[in-house]
């Protein structure tokens, strides 16, 4: 199975100012068709997660301009421009270039 | 709008069986894999397994935690999703997800607990 391991587990970042989270997995995500496999889910408080990136950079509808992912191979990045307050919440980085599925820790973003 | 709509949760008995069901609308249900995913509470998310369509031979993967105990199948005529749990474990207690394809929409989850 794939690991993937995410830091910093716990994010308190001021409004306003950026937040970077960062996945690591244990093998590459390219797959041989090209693409890289790699999602970043958020779950906000008492919701189900929500998708927010998939093939390590393209947002998925509706998903603000403030979110961007960034990465290859086994490195990856998620970047919050300038944070709000409705994005406090818990950041999963996912892999979905085999099965099993397999998710980072989790990284919980809060408020200063 | 996509909707997908979980149903089935509740208090399972360990050994006992549970069959949580995935209703979906707002898109065509047969063209994509549907997964489940579950989140045990306080905990993180694990995936748990996924039918393929009928493209794609409509066959499934399974979690080695769960592999043997559960069955999921699908209903592509009435856009539904099963996810059959048998052998409970206390384990097994979460909230499960049903999926549109890798992770693109989410249930609102149903709770299962397994407990006597």
């Known amino acids: 199975d794939i690991v993937m391991t995410q830091t910093p587990l716990s994010s308190p970042v001021t409004l306003g100012q950026p937040a970077s989270i960062s996945c690591r997995s244990s093998q590459s995500l390219l797959h041989s068709d090209g693409n890289t496999y790699l999602t970043w889910l958020q779950q906000r408080p008492g919701q189900p997660p929500r998708l927010l990136i998939y093939?390590?950079?393209t947002r998925f509808s509706g998903v603000p301009d403030r979110f961007s992912g960034s990465g290859a191979g086994t490195d990856f990045t998620l970047k919050i421009s300038r944070v709000e307050a409705e994005d406090v919440g818990i950041y999963y980085c996912m892999q979905v270039k085999q099965f099993p599925y397999t998710f980072g820790q989790g990284t919980k973003l809060e408020i200063k | 709008e996509v909707q997908l709509v979980e149903s089935g949760g509740g208090l399972g008995q360990p050994g006992r069986s549970l069959r949580l069901s995935c209703t979906a609308s707002?898109?065509?249900?047969?063209?994509?894999?549907m997964n489940w995913f579950r989140q045990p509470p306080g905990k993180g998310l694990e995936w748990v397994g996924v039918i393929r369509s009928k493209a794609y031979g409509g066959t499934t993967e399974y979690a080695a935690s769960v592999k043997g105990r559960i069955t999921i199948s699908r209903d592509d005529s009435e856009s539904i999703a099963h996810l059959q749990m048998n052998s409970l474990r206390s384990e097994d207690t979460a909230v499960y997800y049903c999926?549109?394809?890798?992770?693109?929409?989410w249930g609102q989850g149903t709770l299962v607990t397994v407990s006597s």
């Open positions: 093939k390590v950079s």
């Open positions: 707002g898109f065509i249900f047969g063209d994509f894999y």
């Open positions: 999926v549109r394809g890798p992770a693109m929409s």
